[in-house]
C-alpha cells in the first residue's frame, strides 16, 4: 500500500473497495458510484493540424496581396519616383504561378524613402516603421508592405530600376524587377539561416529562357548557397552543365533579359 493515500477514498459509497484510479476519479465526479474520467476533448483546429488537412493550412492571399500591390503601385507611379516590384509578386507578374502568401514587395531608392511614405500616408495606408534600416514597412486591407532600399545588402539603384520591365500585375500596369535582377537579388539572400531552394526553383525553371545566367553566376560565385544552387539546376538539366550559359553562349538555355 502506498503509506500516502487515505485507505477510506478507496472505498464506494456501499463499502466495495475498488482501485485507487478509480477513487480518484469518483472524488472528480462527486457523490455516486465511481465514474472514469473522459478523455478532454480535443479542439477541431489541433484536430486538422494532426490530421493534415486543409484548415489547418494558412489561408490563399493572392488576391488580396494583388488587390494591396496595385493600390501601392498606383500612389508611387501618380507620385513619379522611380520604383520596382520585386518579390514573389514580381515572379508572379512574370507568369509564374507562385501562391503569394506574406506580403508585397517595392524596391525604392533610399533618398526617395521620404516621399514614397509621405505618399502613401496620404492615400490611407499605414506606415510601421522597423528595427530594420534598409525597409520600410506599411499596412493596408490587412496586408503588409515592404518598401526596400536594399536588395540582399546591396542598395536600390537607379540603374537596377531602369531595368525593370513594364508588366500587368493583375490589371494595372506597373515597373517590376526584371528576371536576372530578381534571380541575382534572390540568390543572394540565401544564408545557412535562411535556404530554401524550393520555392526559387519553380522561378528558376520558369524565367530561364530569360535570365542572363553568366551575369547571374558572375555576381553570385562568392556566395556558397547561390552556386550550390546554380548547381543543382545542372543536375536537374534546367541549365546546361560545365560553363555559365549566356546571352552568347551556345549550349542551354539562357540569354539576356527580354518581355
Known amino acids: 500500500m502506498n503509506l500516502t493515500e487515505d485507505p ?6 456501499n463499502g466495495e473497495a475498488y482501485p485507487a484510479s478509480a477513487a480518484h476519479d469518483h472524488v472528480l465526479a462527486g457523490a455516486g458510484s465511481p ?31 494583388l488587390e494591396t ?4 503601385g498606383a500612389v508611387l507611379k501618380a507620385l513619379g519616383c522611380p520604383f520596382a516590384l520585386v518579390g514573389g509578386v514580381a515572379a508572379y507578374a512574370h507568369g509564374i504561378p507562385v501562391r503569394l502568401q506574406h506580403d508585397t514587395d517595392f524596391a525604392v531608392r533610399r533618398e526617395d524613402a521620404e516621399a514614397v511614405t ?34 540582399a ?3 536600390v539603384t537607379t540603374e537596377l530600376l531602369d531595368r525593370a520591365q513594364t508588366l500587368p500585375v493583375d490589371s494595372v500596369h ?7 535582377d530578381l534571380l541575382v537579388s534572390r540568390l543572394l539572400a540565401f544564408s545557412e539561416h535562411h535556404c530554401d531552394f524550393g520555392t526559387l526553383l519553380p522561378v528558376a525553371r520558369g524565367l530561364r529562357e530569360r535570365v542572363d545566367w553568366a551575369r547571374v553566376r558572375q555576381e553570385t560565385k562568392d556566395a556558397p548557397m547561390a552556386v550550390a544552387f546554380l548547381y ?5 538539366h534546367v541549365l546546361p552543365a560545365h560553363g555559365p550559359a549566356g546571352p552568347s553562349g551556345s549550349s542551354g538555355p539562357g540569354g539576356a533579359d527580354h518581355g
Open 8 to 13: 477510506a477514498a478507496r472505498r464506494s459509497a
Open 35 to 65: 465514474e472514469p474520467r473522459k478523455a478532454p476533448r480535443e479542439a477541431p483546429a489541433a484536430r486538422g493540424a494532426h490530421e493534415g488537412d486543409a484548415a489547418a493550412l494558412p489561408p490563399d492571399h493572392t488576391q488580396a496581396i
Open 69 to 72: 500591390t496595385k493600390q501601392v
Open 118 to 151: 509621405e505618399a502613401l500616408r496620404e492615400n490611407g495606408i499605414r506606415i510601421v516603421e522597423p528595427p530594420e534600416d534598409w525597409l520600410v514597412k506599411a499596412r493596408s486591407g490587412g496586408e503588409e508592405i515592404d518598401l526596400i532600399f536594399s536588395l
Open 153 to 155: 545588402g546591396q542598395p
Open 174 to 180: 506597373m515597373p517590376v524587377i526584371a528576371p536576372t
Open 232 to 236: 543543382l539546376l545542372e543536375l536537374l
